[in-house]
């Protein structure tokens, strides 16, 4: 990889609820234009290093930086407004809200109006079905129409990195399929991802580059063809069995 400054950069970062510890000394950078996955079993804390990216969850140590710039210990919609958008497990869409109004939440923080309606539209072409459905409830949409719906609000931010949790939990295996080959497509849009994903394979096959993380810890890190060459990365990282050969990828920090 070049030397160009990191869009994200994460260095000894500590961060938790209350005296539980769910990241610790987590050190990681995605670079412009990547899209990097962040692999590992459930509880090992990949959610909550999205969320204090996000600001949601506070640091208790390290510092997070967007393209040089501190952002550890800005509010969340402060975040926002730097480029971060983040796109959670469960989709976070607001049920009772029509689809063209959880589009234009998605675009709270931004100041020009008069691109709002175009860019909505924009979301509507990317994601034809939103357009067929933008007057219907949110929470009548079906669980593939409703990730569409997230990702979409997400990008009415505007963002310059996208941070998403589990986008294929609970989709069918042709709606999955779709989203990832839109995910693919978002460098091409000028936004950088960071993707937490349990399905290793589909993570992988968009990823440039991944992180493995495991109680509470990064401990592996490739780039997606060496994470790959590590056989037992599937049943050693998310399936918690034994203890980890040595894999044919670089450590983690």
Same mark, same amino acid.
Do not use: W
């Given at each position: 990889?070049?030397?160009?400054?990191?869009?994200?950069?994460?260095?000894?970062?500590?961060?938790?609820?209350? @005296?539980?510890? !769910?990241?610790?000394?987590?050190?990681?950078?995605?670079?412009?234009?990547?899209?990097?996955?962040?692999?590992? &079993?459930?509880?090992?804390?990949?959610?909550?290093?999205?969320?204090? =990216?996000?600001?949601?969850?506070?640091?208790?140590?390290?510092?997070?930086? +967007? %393209?040089?710039?501190?952002? %550890?210990?800005?509010? @969340?919609?402060?975040?926002?407004?730097?480029?971060?958008?983040?796109?959670?497990?469960?989709?976070?869409?607001?049920?009772?809200?029509?689809? &063209?109004?959880?589009?234009?939440?998605? !675009?709270?923080?931004?100041?020009?109006? !008069?691109?709002?309606?175009?860019?909505?539209?924009?979301?509507?072409?990317?994601?034809?079905?939103?357009?067929?459905?933008?007057?219907?409830?949110?929470?009548?949409?079906?669980?593939?129409? $409703?990730?569409?719906?997230? #990702?979409?609000? *997400? +990008?009415?931010?505007?963002?310059?990195?996208?941070?998403?949790?589990?986008?294929?939990?609970?989709?069918?295996?042709?709606? =999955?399929? $779709?989203?990832?080959?839109?995910?693919?497509?978002? @460098?091409?849009?000028?936004?950088?991802? #960071?993707? =937490?994903?349990?399905?290793?394979?589909?993570?992988?096959?968009?990823?440039?580059?991944?992180?493995?993380?495991?109680?509470?810890?990064?401990?592996?890190?490739?780039?997606?063809?060496? #994470?790959? *060459?590590? =056989?037992?990365?599937?049943?050693?990282? +998310?399936? *918690?069995?034994? %203890?980890?050969?040595?894999?044919?990828?670089?450590?983690?920090?």
């Amino acid at each position: 990889m070049s030397e160009e400054r990191p869009l994200l950069r994460l260095d000894g970062v500590t961060s938790g609820y209350g @005296p539980i510890v !769910a990241v610790r000394d987590a050190s990681l950078e995605v670079r412009s234009g990547e899209i990097v996955a962040l692999l590992g &079993a459930n509880g090992a804390g990949k959610s909550t290093l999205l969320m204090t =990216v996000a600001g949601l969850v506070r640091p208790t140590a390290g510092n997070i930086e +967007l %393209d040089g710039s501190r952002i %550890d210990g800005l509010k @969340p919609e402060e975040i926002v407004r730097r480029g971060v958008a983040l796109t959670p497990e469960g989709r976070g869409i607001f049920s009772h809200l029509t689809v &063209a109004d959880n589009l234009r939440i998605g !675009a709270a923080v931004r100041k020009d109006r !008069a691109q709002i309606a175009t860019d909505a539209e924009e979301m509507c072409t990317l994601f034809p079905i939103l357009g067929e459905r933008r007057r219907q409830l949110a929470g009548t949409l079906s669980g593939g129409e $409703q990730q569409m719906l997230a #990702l979409a609000r *997400s +990008l009415m931010s505007r963002p310059r990195l996208m941070l998403l949790d589990e986008p294929s939990l609970g989709l069918a295996p042709r709606i =999955v399929a $779709q989203i990832f080959e839109m995910l693919r497509k978002l @460098p091409e849009r000028g936004v950088t991802v #960071l993707l =937490v994903e349990q399905n290793v394979s589909l993570a992988l096959d968009i990823a440039q580059r991944g992180y493995v993380m495991a109680s509470s810890e990064l401990q592996l890190s490739g780039t997606a063809a060496e #994470l790959r *060459s590590a =056989v037992d990365l599937e049943q050693v990282y +998310l399936g *918690s069995a034994g %203890d980890a050969p040595e894999p044919a990828a670089t450590g983690g920090r």
